[in-house]
């Protein structure tokens, strides 16, 4: 039996009971006007009590958007509470009505506080030494505003975040009369600020409905599949049950042996129907519909929004996409100050963010790269990617990979967290080795130091002293480099036709007659960087392409070659908008002029060259009309494969090889006849031919005549050759570089690029994954 101190508890009831009256008074009249010297202080102080409440939008999901027919649909989802504010029309009114009836019957007239239930309260705390209920529905959503508040609190680090939200939780939610007071002071301020039906639609939007799951729209979906509009009476009931006890009576766990499919969710039931029979006495349903209602069991269909990149994965061929946009935004200061508020920004304020992916391009690269490129290869840790990038504004427009995208610590055969086409920092990746791709940095510098396409440079030059080659960055020492073409080769040859059919040696000549430091940084002022962040660097064999790169930077720079020199960093955020309305500018791409327009003319001039006759890719040549240019590359034993392919409207990068490993994968068979070196070919002429339809190109930026000199024009897009399945038939080219000293490769930044201006997101940096040998 309890022992009541009853004068203890007696004055306790008085004082409450005092206050609750004061209440009713404040409730309804700007002064308080009691009698009593006593009272009037104590009016006197509840007055005193903060009653500005800042009601901000509650927390909410975030929502990724692409492009698909021209529409804008949406692939991903990130919260840390599941809940889509929805207007007091978009509830069905049973939800309304069951919330009331049973939550707080004297809503609607009430001044905000329940006065009755708090008497009630009252003395249930003074008999039993603890703060009670009665709490009204303003009460309630004033709690769970006060509550939301915290959650959204950021500190230094995760432990100080996690310390201010607690300490701001046990203020916002503890059992104390001066808690209750503050609580009842913000409901009176808020029953005058706002109508009963906005309090009521705010309730039923920030309410825990269990788990990660709170509001009405949330709710309906998960548990029902059916927007909080089309609740049947059932269903309102039902969550207007789970709203009293979300952790006990959710019907999300059928397996609960008190509550699960076994026993049809029976707590749920008895509060369900207690819901039911408290409408009925409020006269919101008929006595038809109680029995009706009563007679129905609980059918949950749990309907998850997926959190994270898992649906753009599954539903879009997207996770990696996804996953860029997410690593592009979390270090964008546009969205906070810190990491941790970054997060916050995108966990919790209901963005829509519309992206650069274009879902049709994204659905067909995806096919092309899977149709020569398999999961997984017994023997090789086999990788392949294609990236799409738009010249000019660097918005990325696909983004594949040959495996499944997955975020699990235990990786199935076939899937990886890495992407492969991103840097380090925005896919924990650290690039692959370009091989030849990587010769177009010379042939600008090339051009760019006076010399032409028309100049004859030797190939027979196999072993180059390293006392042979200039380079005002850093010392060069150690012994001879050692260079192989994949092919016998004419002593000599014009550049153009060096450029066309990738011979090592020739660019082997060429760098001897520049300065290897002018090279790399030529390479920087185009936007490359090595994949971990590194500047890249400039000993002689750099010039055949051993830095490695992720598909993305070379994309970036291949496009600003097909933009007059242009070259723009990439982003993949369009536009973002907050619940609110507000919106967000992201920071822009970085535009600079990386070489001169008509250096990069002539570029584009030369590598036309590459897609005919004796071209390395004339085989990817789809034929059509499209001006577009082109460059290969592959390092010793074809271990890592490239393509690239661009005209003004889009550059196009594969990337095929050993993700870790130095597997030769030159008569490595790969999928539909071909090997790991052609499958590339495979791929880039599947996606010119389908990027030339739908997205175009116009006429490349003009070459410079003089820097042309005498060479051959290269032939038209329209002459190309047979597909050579399976077979290495074009003149690639090969180094060899064992003994190679690879220097330290300083990075002086490029120092002349022209910054320029541009709406478009700026990004760049990068952290690991794997290295291979040499370039080709």
Request: charged content about 15%.
């Amino acid at each position: 039996m309890r022992v009541v101190r009853w004068p203890g508890a007696l004055l306790m009831f008085v004082v409450m009971s005092v206050l609750a009256g004061m209440l009713v008074t404040v409730a309804v009249t700007p002064a308080v006007a009691v009698v009593g010297e006593g009272a009037s202080g104590a009016a006197a102080f509840f007055e005193d009590l903060p009653a500005y409440l800042d009601i901000q939008t509650p927390q909410q999901v975030s929502s990724v958007y692409a492009t698909k027919g021209g529409q804008q649909v949406k692939i991903a989802s990130f919260y840390a509470e599941n809940r889509t504010n929805v207007r007091a029309d978009q509830m069905a009114q049973t939800l309304k009505q069951a919330a009331v009836d049973t939550e707080d019957p004297r809503f609607y007239s009430e001044g905000g506080i329940d006065v009755i239930g708090t008497l009630r309260g009252a003395a249930a705390t003074a008999v039993g030494a603890s703060v009670q209920g009665g709490s009204s529905i303003t009460q309630q959503y004033v709690k769970n505003v006060l509550v939301q508040q915290c959650e959204q609190l950021t500190g230094k680090n995760a432990a100080d975040t996690a310390k201010k939200v607690r300490a701001c939780y046990d203020d916002a939610a503890g059992v104390t009369p001066q808690r209750k007071l503050q609580e009842m002071r913000y409901a009176i301020a808020v029953n005058k600020k706002y109508t009963k039906d906005q309090i009521l639609t705010g309730y039923l939007n920030i309410v825990g409905l269990g788990g990660r799951v709170y509001g009405a729209e949330a709710g309906a979906q998960y548990y029902f599949g059916v927007h909080a509009k089309d609740l049947t009476l059932t269903q309102s009931a039902t969550l207007a049950a789970i709203l009293n006890n979300p952790s006990n009576l959710r019907i999300d766990e059928p397996g609960n042996k008190d509550n699960g499919s076994a026993n049809h969710y029976a707590a749920t039931k008895v509060r369900r129907d207690y819901v039911l029979h408290r409408m009925y006495v409020h006269h919101d349903i008929s006595k038809a519909e109680l029995t009706a209602a009563l007679a129905t069991p609980i059918t949950p269909k749990i309907t998850e929004t997926a959190n994270g990149c898992s649906s753009a994965a599954t539903g879009y061929d997207a996770g990696y996409f996804c996953d860029y946009v997410r690593a592009e935004l979390l270090q964008d200061p546009a969205f906070g100050k810190t990491a941790p508020e970054r997060i916050a920004t995108l966990d919790t304020k209901g963005l829509q963010i519309h992206t650069s992916l274009d879902l049709d391009v994204q659905g067909q690269a995806q096919a092309a790269l899977s149709s020569y490129v398999p999961a997984t290869m017994a023997g090789v840790d086999v990788g392949g990617s294609n990236v799409t990038v738009e010249p000019g504004t660097g918005r990325v427009l696909s983004m594949v990979q040959n495996t499944a995208y997955t975020q699990s610590d235990s990786q199935a055969a076939g899937s990886t967290s890495v992407n492969y086409s991103a840097d380090q920092v925005f896919g924990s990746s650290s690039g692959f080795q370009t091989g030849s791709t990587y010769k177009v940095f010379t042939l600008a510098e090339w051009l760019a130091s006076g010399h032409t396409l028309s100049d004859s440079v030797t190939t027979t030059e196999h072993a180059f002293p390293q006392s042979e080659f200039t380079n005002s960055c850093i010392g060069l020492g150690g012994p001879d480099w050692q260079v192989a073409n994949a092919e016998n080769v004419p002593s000599s040859m014009s550049v153009q036709a060096a450029t066309s059919e990738s011979i090592n040696t020739a660019f082997g000549a060429m760098a001897k007659q520049l300065d290897l430091c002018k090279i790399k940084e030529l390479a920087q002022a185009m936007g490359i960087h090595q994949a971990n962040g590194a500047a890249p660097d400039s000993n002689p064999s750099s010039v055949l392409g051993t830095n490695p790169l992720s598909p993305i930077d070379l994309a970036e720079a291949y496009a600003g070659f097909a933009n007059g020199g242009i070259v723009c960093t990439p982003t993949v955020i369009d536009s973002v908008t907050e619940a609110d309305g507000t919106k967000i500018t992201p920071s822009p791409s970085s535009c600079t002029q990386g070489v001169a327009a008509d250096v990069a003319g002539t570029v584009d001039y030369a590598l036309q060259g590459v897609l005919q006759g004796a071209g390395t890719a004339a085989s990817a040549n789809p034929g059509d009309a499209v001006p577009k240019f082109a460059k290969t590359g592959t390092t010793d034993g074809d271990q890592q494969n490239w393509l690239v392919a661009s005209t003004t409207k889009y550059t196009n990068a594969t990337w095929v090889g050993n993700v870790q490993g130095h597997v030769g994968l030159a008569n490595w068979p790969f999928l539909q006849g071909t090997t790991g070196y052609s499958a590339k070919f495979g791929v880039g002429r599947t996606m010119m031919s389908y990027l030339d339809q739908h997205v175009g190109g116009g006429a490349l930026p003009a070459p410079n005549p003089a820097m042309i000199g005498h060479a051959s024009a290269p032939a038209s897009n329209s002459s190309h050759g047979g597909y050579g399945q399976g077979t290495q038939t074009h003149g690639q080219t090969q180094t060899q570089t064992q003994g190679q000293t690879q220097g330290q490769g300083q990075g002086q930044g490029q120092g002349q690029a022209q910054q320029l201006t541009t709406p478009k997101q700026q990004t760049k940096q990068p952290p690991a994954k794997q290295q291979t040998p040499p370039g080709k």
